[in-house]
């Protein structure tokens, strides 16, 4: 696939890896410009872009970013497109945004009513980098990590559960966006490394 990564970070850094060791084309992008990310398209043979080329030429966009910075992003470019949604809402990083402090909305509807026409899945938000990177296992392993995925466009929803497999991890599916409070800071899923079932249980009991 033809795949936009925004942010270096912890977790868009590793994704850029790993998607790249599986074959994909991937073009990396962030806040401080493509020459900041020399040393990461080097290592993996990523392009090393501006956001708007990021997303314009991907089939699947990927937002790893501070939440507060998602109003910045060009809302316009994301229409239509696939976007995987990667982040979390950190009041100590990301500041005071009352509808994600009363919990009124999850944290990737908040995203998605700021890229308005985006297909939203939520996603490798409660998973550490480092066990995202080395912990992937082959189908049908015991004991395999699962990771939720939500969002409300089933097809979506079905291509981001493929790339979850082909990445080492089992993929539940964990509703609509609007659930998807299930899987952010604070719930049981949230870093806990859980098999399938595991995370089907710990979404089950999660409470806002």
């Known amino acids: 696939m033809e795949i936009g990564i925004i942010g270096s970070g912890h977790i868009g850094g590793t994704l850029t890896r790993r998607l790249r060791s599986l074959g994909h084309d991937v073009a990396v992008a962030n806040s401080r410009g493509p020459q900041s990310l020399a040393d990461l398209a080097a290592e993996t043979g990523a392009r090393a872009v501006s956001v708007e080329e990021a997303v314009q030429g991907a089939e699947l966009v990927v937002i790893a970013i501070p939440l507060k910075a998602v109003p910045q992003l060009p809302a316009a470019l994301f229409d239509g497109k696939l976007v995987v ?101 604070d719930t049981p899923v949230y870093g806990t490394d859980r098999d399938a079932d595991g995370v089907r249980e710990g979404l089950a009991a999660a409470r806002p």
Do not use: C
């Not at 949604?85 to 945004?97: F, K, T």
């Not at 890229?115 to 939520?122: E, P, S, Y």
């Open 85 to 185: 949604d990667a982040n979390n809402y950190y009041p100590q990083r990301d500041g005071d945004i009352a509808e994600l402090l009363d919990r009124s909305l999850s944290s990737s509807r908040w995203t998605a009513d700021h890229l308005k026409g985006a297909r939203v899945v939520k996603v490798f938000n409660n998973i550490q980098a480092a066990h995202l990177m080395d912990e992937g296992k082959p189908a049908g392993t015991a004991g395999r990590i699962a990771l939720p995925v939500a969002g409300d466009d089933a097809d979506a929803k079905r291509i981001v559960m493929g790339l979850v497999d082909d990445l080492g991890f089992d993929p539940v599916d964990a509703g609509t966006l609007d659930e998807s409070w299930r899987q952010q800071p």
